[in-house]
């Protein structure tokens, strides 16, 4: 029987029956094993394997034990092999270069390195007891422990506590689909190669007992973590952030749980030299921060957002001096549309994630980066095509026809500038309103004159919105026709024509005309007398959006209108038989001069058909032709005379019109009570 104090018998037989005999004991190469340190014996085991460090009796004794101590990496360095058979090794020498090597050197007691062991493998962090293992041998703290503020080693070996970028980050979560904090951890720290040293560990994980699954071999940060922390760049500066979003090279790009977060982009690809960097207090406040860093910050989104209140934190009017809040900003400041349009309805979407870039609501209902084609006007409230997206249904108005001349964009403005693009029902709309997206009072530059006045309300005489823009007497609750004019001249615009011969903003000296003097006054029911026959409805937007021009024809070939709303049923005109007539070609006021006091003075039908050879006395009335195209007097046809002196004594003339006449105190029909009434 052998000498059953002699470990090598067993541990160290190169017979292999005599192995197999007792029980195919492990193997160890007793000179590579125990180094400078043992002596190459028996002797030497028992410096691990017994509890006295003597001989034992044999290897029944109880004094007899598993193994261990201090010294680590005696056992498990394969860049010094011991050749254990089965045992887990690390490459001690790229173990000593990693992020986590000599975290614990202020208890190595002479063992140097080993002491980085204990840290994870020891409960206490000290020097390990001969013969014994680490009480942690095979349930080493992982990632949490140390690294989270309630791990169970938190801060220990002065390591960081992480707040962001992981599983239930406090502010930034990354990998939160892994099954736990430790295997977001991994996901990054493991799973990328740049995260790891080099190194010659040819153990392919069977360590799993950090519950996540295979670990340790050549892939654990434990063992070969590499320090990565500023990845050579300023923590928290832009750069900073952009190399893991915004990196070309992709390095993490395999570990993005939400793609779109590979690349993300400026906050503006159209204002780019204005965007704010990362450090922003209001974005992720980064500064000098690293990515796990407590005062990293991801703006709540979820409640700010979709209030506009995060959005108005920097586009919005700083109360106190007057800028807006971010002082790189190149746009003007912004106000919810309305009031009651939040910015998210046009700029994100649903999703909100369309602030990396800003994008814009297009026409047919998407969101993209380029404002040239985004929503304008028109889109939303004379379309309901986007109705289903919007949290409100923006108020409808019909195709605009403020006049119905297809000239009112320019019928009035002489020299001036047209007032709008007659064929863009934007362009009308920005004349009127100017740019009121962004604008806390949708009505845009009528609300610098409205006054009292309301939206959207009934005709009614109380309401003066025509006179706040065609009345030089306006004056409504402090506010007065100077602050409309000022409101369009101030950004070098045509202003609306003015209709009682303002000595500025009225084209009287322009054909056609009329200077209104109005009973009772000016108000918006009186307007609508002449102005808004052609009205569905009684309330003031669909009015100023669908006025007439006041043509005789809108009244006076409607027989409901002339019967019921004037009670004029003898001054209805029977359109279609009108224009059969021989003077269906004829415009109204071809005979009938202009002025609505009785029609004001009337052509008779000698004035066109009466044949006299002396048109200056009353002789030969009743010589009459039938084509009165052909009758000329002077050289100049009969019916397109226009100047009375050409028949009547000019002084004669002068004096009368001197007193009476069209807008003047007594009007034409004073004396031309009838066609053929003469004076002497």
């Known amino acids: 029987m052998p000498n059953t104090t002699d470990c090598l018998f067993c541990h160290n037989q190169s017979i292999g029956t005599i192995r197999n005999g007792w029980g195919n004991a492990l193997q160890v190469n007793a000179s590579n094993m125990f180094g400078n340190r043992y002596s190459i014996s028996t ?22 034990v598993l193994g261990g101590g201090p010294g680590c990496l005696y056992c498990h360095n394969n860049s010094n092999p011991q050749n254990f058979t089965g045992l887990n090794y690390i490459d001690g020498a790229n173990f000593s270069i990693s992020v986590h090597a000599n975290m614990n050197s202020n208890n190595a007691s002479g063992y140097g390195i080993n002491a980085s062991c204990w840290a994870c493998h020891n409960s206490s962090g000290y020097v390990v007891a001969n013969n014994t293992h680490p009480d942690k041998r095979d349930t080493p703290y992982t990632c949490p422990d140390c690294h989270l503020a309630n791990g169970s080693n938190a801060g220990a070996y002065n390591a960081t506590i992480i707040s962001n970028h992981y599983r239930n980050g406090t502010n930034i979560r990354a990998l939160d689909n892994r099954t ?73 790009n395999s570990v993005f749980q939400d793609n779109a977060n590979r690349s993300i982009s400026n906050h503006s690809l159209r204002y780019n030299s204005s965007n704010p960097s990362c450090s922003v207090s209001v974005c992720h406040n980064s500064t000098n921060s690293s990515l796990h860093g407590v005062q990293l910050i991801k703006p709540n989104i979820n409640i700010t957002l979709y209030n506009s209140s995060y959005c108005l934190s920097c586009h919005g009017l700083n109360v106190s001096n007057g800028a807006t809040n971010y002082t790189g900003a190149v746009t003007t400041y912004k106000e919810m549309h309305n009031n009651s349009v939040n910015c998210t309805e046009c700029h994100t979407g649903p999703d909100k994630k369309n602030i990396h870039p800003m994008t814009y609501l297009q026409p047919n209902g998407t969101y993209y980066t380029g404002n040239q084609t985004a929503v304008n006007c028109t889109d939303c409230h004379q379309q309901n095509t986007l109705d289903s997206q919007l949290s409100k249904t923006p108020p409808k108005v019909s195709t605009v026809q403020h006049g119905n001349s297809s000239l009112n964009s320019s019928f009035w403005n002489g020299t001036q500038q047209g007032y709008w693009t007659n064929t863009s029902q934007e362009s009308m709309c920005d004349y009127c309103h100017g740019d009121s997206r962004h604008n806390a009072t949708g ?182 032709t039938s084509s009165p195209g052909t009758y000329n007097y002077n050289g100049i046809n009969v019916v397109n005379i226009t100047d009375c002196t050409v028949c009547h004594d000019s002084s004669y003339y002068n004096n009368a019109i001197a007193s009476y006449g069209y807008n003047k105190t007594i009007d034409c029909n004073y004396c031309h009570t009838y066609p053929d009434k003469t004076y002497s």
């Open 443 to 624: 009505l845009g530059r009528p609300s610098n004159w409205s006054g009292s006045n309301i939206m959207n309300s009934s005709i009614t005489s109380n309401g003066n919105w025509c006179a706040g823009c065609h009345y030089q007497g306006y004056s409504n609750s402090e506010k007065f026709n100077i602050n409309m004019t000022q409101s369009f001249s101030g950004v070098n615009l045509s202003v609306p024509p003015e209709i009682t011969n303002s000595s500025i903003y009225s084209p009287y000296n322009l054909n056609g005309y009329y200077n209104h003097s109005l009973t009772p006054d000016y108000n918006d029911t009186t307007c609508k007398g002449c102005h808004g026959k052609s009205l569905s409805a009684g309330t003031i937007s669909e009015f100023i959006h669908n006025i007439n021009t006041g043509l005789c024809t809108s009244c006076h070939f409607s027989y409901d209108y002339m019967n019921g709303s004037v009670n004029k049923p003898d001054k209805y005109v029977n359109s279609t038989m009108f224009s059969a007539s021989p003077h269906g070609s004829l415009a109204c006021e071809d005979c009938h001069t202009k002025g609505h006091n009785d029609i004001g003075a009337r052509k008779s039908c000698e004035d066109c058909h009466a044949y006299q050879s002396d048109p200056k006395n009353e002789t030969e009335r009743h010589n009459i």
């Open 43 to 64: 002797d030497s085991c028992y410096a691990c394997h017994t509890r006295n460090q003597g001989m034992p009796v044999d290897f029944h004794s109880n004094e007899v």
């Open 180 to 252: 736990s904090d430790l295997a977001s951890c991994l996901g990054c720290h493991e799973n990328v190669s740049g995260m790891i040293t080099a190194n010659n560990d040819t153990d392919y994980g069977s360590f799993a007992s950090d519950g996540v699954g295979v670990n340790g071999g050549n892939m654990s940060f434990y063992h070969y973590g590499a320090n990565r922390s500023s990845f050579g760049m300023t923590a928290g500066s832009y750069d900073y952030c952009i190399y893991c979003h915004s990196n070309v090279t992709g390095e993490f």
